[in-house]
């Protein structure tokens, strides 16, 4: 694992960090927080996708 994958491995780490309390924040209900969450892993299941067939 070189360093071209080691630095943005620790920029998204610390990205979710940053991001992740204020998520749960504002999803205080367990239906709200699901659907958001469902919405954005359907989001990075198609940027995978896509991806996948650029590279």
């Not at 780490?13 to 998520?23: K, M, N, S, T």
């Amino acid at each position: 694992m070189g360093l071209e994958e080691i630095i943005p491995s620790i920029a998204l780490i610390l990205v979710l960090i940053f991001v992740l309390p204020g998520f749960i924040k504002s999803n205080l209900t367990k239906r709200l927080f699901f659907k958001n969450l469902s919405i954005w892993g359907i989001i990075v299941l198609l940027l995978m996708i896509l991806l996948y067939f650029i590279d």
